[in-house]
């Protein structure tokens, strides 16, 4: 067999892979946690290293199991890192590693389907640098991509070498880091077409699926098979089938335009960056897209027909992975993200590849092979360059609204990286914002935080309720409106606020708090508990003011002046505004 043949290969394809992956992508390791880094990473077992298998039992987003995302294998990823650092560089340098090993197994994949060293080695190297990859690798949360892609690609593998209980294995865990993985055995029903195996390699597939399904609704219950999506991620959700048609034709262009031709690139294209379709034989560019997706369907069939494996591959690996994010079939979270072209785009370049292999023939082959060579090389300084706008999340956001200017997402996240810089230009983002579209829970905690800072607790109040209306487990909008409460004396409420979010998520200072109100309701019992409960017999100071005060109050003795100041001090670091 060709993979045979090249194995003598693999140190030259691993030390090409280390150098170039590690070359453009090391100033990526100084990088911090941004944008969902700081949601996803937030989960309350992070810190608790004995749970880590209970992530089997929880959603991806802990305060937001209607989005319907499953991933206890990336996040228990996650908390290995924490297990030695909760340095970012950590899990940078994990995120390196895993895309080299992907670009490597593209390079036997490639080889494999298509016996031609030359094709390997050049889907592996433009694998590597392509520049629509930095959301995926300098992400920390790309990693659902990287960690499913990988045992997708070895399940391939797997398959192709008839090993099909093994390949069923990796199918598993590819699903159980991402769900978009579920497309795998679809590929392999297409390549089996050619290689026509017994069907037997279906059964092992059968239980492994039934068994993840069983796992995501036992989880995620009415979710796991009908996730909610919230307007201003994905308006297609929310339009008719030949809008969202459109539309998705559309975002096909532009993800293939990403790919081969990288300008553009974004942290988000959200409402109202991508505006909807509303004709279809109005916009050229869905036009487009559609004689695209006829031609790769066209292709595919043609390839079946042939028996070309590559083409096969190539095709069937850009297009199922594709029509599963592209809003076609059924709306997803968002309407586009660059992430999700790690899988398509290993269809794109083996198509690429292909192409471009059969056109190198005789005197045409060294023009070729220059031009390649300068694709790779300005492939790989866009990919340095966007590496650095992924460094920190103000670069990221000021780049994203460059990029995404009517992005209410964008609007919102910048808004609230400037609140504290320039406060007018944060004002103004979070009003234009609101004018689009005034259900975004992050814009209306933004709107809120200004609020504050005029003084208005009323009106921040009245967001803030909004907010949790619309998501009533928000972490920050439970921390921001138990203060606002609190602040205006409004025990009751911050005390029903302050239990969703202390018995939901836990955390030193909310437990502090929620004592302090407690206090301030009078249960001083109650408040005792609390602190012996979550702080046993700690001698932390703050701990201490709240103790001694309600042992004070319960034992009815005379409390001493410096008790009763301690006290009233830990209290009003729970009020707004916040020195």
């Not at 892979?17 to 090391?26: K, R, S």
């Not at 048609?245 to 975002?251: F, I, M, N, S």
Request: charged residues 15%; aromatic residues 14%; positive net charge.
């Amino acid at each position: 067999m060709a993979f045979v043949s090249v194995r003598s290969k693999f140190w030259l394809v691993t030390a090409l892979g280390l150098v170039i992956g590690f070359g453009i992508f090391a100033n990526s390791l100084d990088g911090d946690f941004v944008y969902d880094d700081n949601i996803v990473l937030a989960h309350g077992f992070f810190n608790q290293p004995p749970k880590v298998l209970k992530f089997f039992g929880e959603p991806y987003f802990e305060d937001y199991p209607q989005g319907g995302l499953y991933r206890p294998l990336t996040q228990i990823s996650f908390a290995l890192n924490f297990l030695f650092s909760d340095s970012p560089s950590g899990f940078h340098l994990i995120n390196i590693i895993l895309h080299i090993v992907n670009s490597i197994l593209v390079f036997y994949l490639a080889n494999l389907v298509s016996g031609s060293f030359r094709l390997g080695l050049f889907s592996f190297l433009l694998f590597l640098v392509l520049p629509i990859h930095v959301e995926a690798v300098a992400s920390i949360v790309g990693r659902a991509e990287l960690l499913s892609f990988f045992f997708g690609g070895l399940s391939l593998l797997s398959w192709l070498n008839e090993k099909y209980r093994l390949s069923a294995l990796l199918f598993f865990l590819a699903l159980l880091s991402k769900e978009t993985a579920l497309i795998w055995p679809a590929i392999f029903l297409g390549l089996s077409v050619i290689r026509r195996p017994k069907l037997k390699w279906i059964w092992p597939f059968v239980p492994t699926l039934a068994a993840y399904l069983a796992l995501r609704f036992w989880v995620l219950g009415q979710y796991a098979f009908r996730p909610e999506t919230e307007f201003v991620f994905n308006p297609l959700k929310f339009v008719s089938w030949s809008e969202r048609l459109a539309t998705a034709l559309k975002v096909l262009v532009l993800y293939l335009q990403k790919i081969f031709v990288p300008f553009g690139l974004t942290a988000d294209y959200s409402y109202d960056q991508i505006p909807v379709v509303k004709n279809f034989f109005a916009s050229p560019w869905s036009l487009v897209g559609l004689l695209i997706l006829a031609a790769i369907i066209f292709l595919a069939l043609r390839s079946l027909r042939r028996k070309n494996l590559v083409l096969v591959l190539g095709s069937t690996a850009f297009l199922l992975p594709y029509l599963g994010v592209s809003n076609l079939i059924f709306p997803i979270g968002t309407i586009m993200a660059d992430r999700l072209m790690y899988l398509p785009s290993l269809g794109a370049v083996l198509l690429f590849t292909a192409l471009v292999d059969r056109i190198a023939a005789g005197w045409q082959r060294r023009l070729i092979n220059l031009t390649l060579f300068a694709l790779l090389v300005s492939f790989s300084m866009v990919t340095i360059l966007q590496n650095r706008v992924w460094a920190d999340e103000e670069s990221l956001m000021r780049q994203a609204y460059n990029e995404s200017p009517n992005s209410v997402v964008v609007k919102a996240n910048l808004g609230v990286l400037l609140l504290n810089k320039n406060r007018e230009l944060a004002r103004r983002l979070a009003l234009e914002a609101y004018e689009q579209y005034p259900d975004q829970v992050k814009n209306l905690n933004l709107l809120a935080a200004l609020a504050v800072i005029d003084k208005n607790l009323p009106e921040a109040q009245r967001f803030l309720e909004r907010a949790l209306a619309l998501r009533p487990y928000h972490q920050g909008t439970l921390e921001n409106l138990s203060r606002i409460y609190f602040t205006q004396n409004k025990f009751a409420e911050a005390e029903r606020t302050l239990h969703q979010l202390a018995t939901r998520y836990g955390g030193t200072g909310n437990m502090i708090f929620y004592a302090v109100v407690k206090v301030q309701n009078r249960k001083y019992q109650e408040a005792l508990e609390i602190l012996s409960g979550y702080f046993g017999n700690s001698a932390d100071e703050t701990v201490a003011s709240v103790r001694d005060f309600a042992e004070a109050k319960l034992n009815l003795d005379k409390s001493t002046r410096q008790i009763e100041e301690r006290f009233a001090a830990t209290a009003s670091s729970f009020r707004y505004p916040q020195k």
